[in-house]
């Protein structure tokens, strides 16, 4: 008896270990099954053999349009040159494909996507609290951190928090946000202008540069 590529001796092995032992082969196939699909999931780029459509319109490796040819002949046009046949326009009819050397565009794609990703800059909202009766040494020390989050790239949140009778003079309060912005104006700009929102004011500072 012959499963998964190995033989079972019937005559040295009982019922009960011959249904272990089919279970366990029948086990280890699916497992590789599930690892070629794995497999496939992570880069599902067709090239030469693995691709399925047995005609293609065909650019040739600088570019031309070599016209539509059986993948055969395709497959032997590539060998010629030393190159690889890859798939570009599956859903195509019939599909695209070109003559290039898959490998050095594979590592070219993904210099790309490295570059790419150094480019994209999370911009994070960092938030400083004052009072509408902050004193100057603090309101300085706050000021300076709001300046960093600035300077890195990040947005900045200007609150003031009106406690009791304090959200009368509302005023107050928007005069401490407004100097904040002013000592700020070198490096950002108001996104958003002092507004309240409940008990509490608020100014946006976006930066200038983004790092």
Known sequence: ??????????????????VYYILALFAWDNFVKILEVSTIAKDQTQVNEK???????????????????SKSEALEMAERVGLDVVLMAPNAKPPVARIMDYGKY????????????KKQKTINLKEIRLSPTIEEHDFQTKLKNGRKFLEK??????????RGRAITHKEIGQRVLEKF??????IAT???????????????LNPINEK
């Open 51 to 69: 691709i399925r459509a047995k005609e293609l319109r065909l650019i040739g490796q600088d570019g031309e349009q070599i016209g539509v040819k």
């Open 190 to 204: 108001i996104g958003q202008r002092p507004k309240m929102d409940g008990r509490q004011m608020f100014i946006m």
């Open 181 to 186: 912005a002013e000592e700020c104006k070198d």
């Open 106 to 117: 594979k590592f070219e794609q993904q210099k790309k996507e490295k570059e790419m990703k």
């Open 1 to 18: 008896m012959q499963l998964a590529g190995l033989y079972i001796h019937e005559n040295i092995m009982c019922r009960e270990e011959r």
């Open 153 to 162: 790239g990040d947005k900045c949140k200007v609150s003031i928090r009106f």
